[in-house]
């Protein structure tokens, strides 16, 4: 059974940054693009970035470009997701996912398996 647990959400403050895991577990993970999205209250929910199997290729949402890093560790099954210079227009919950698509991509339906998220709250 495949799982993704995401984990590093929490409150902080305007300008502040956190760092979000997701490990993955029952999947060949480093067969899989990984990506990142996010959804906010009353908001559908929008791409926020793509990492390729290798680590090799990635790919931001304009918003968040310059300011967020995807990574990944293939031996730990785990990607990560460093977000600097937080706004608060940044508070969703962050949900992490993987597709078996070659190349980082921005469709969420795409992706095959999702994770339940973990909220990233930014206080002004």
């Known amino acids: 059974q495949v799982q993704l647990v995401e984990s590093g959400g929490g409150l902080v403050q305007a300008g502040g940054s956190l760092r979000l895991s997701c490990a993955a577990s029952?999947?060949?993970?480093?067969?899989?693009?990984m990506g990142w999205f996010r959804q906010a209250p009353g908001k559908e929910r929008e791409f926020v970035a793509a990492?390729?199997?290798?680590?090799?290729?990635?790919h931001y949402a304009d918003s968040v470009k310059g300011r967020f890093i995807a990574s990944r560790d293939n031996a730990k099954k785990t990607v990560y997701l460093q977000m600097n210079s937080l706004e608060p227009e940044d508070t969703a919950v962050y949900y992490c996912a993987a597709t078996v698509k070659l190349e980082p991509t921005h469709v969420g339906p795409e992706y095959n398996y999702w994770g339940q998220g973990t909220q990233v709250t930014v206080s002004s």
């Open positions: 990492i390729s199997r290798s680590g090799g290729s990635t």
């Open positions: 029952g999947l060949t993970f480093s067969f899989y693009t």
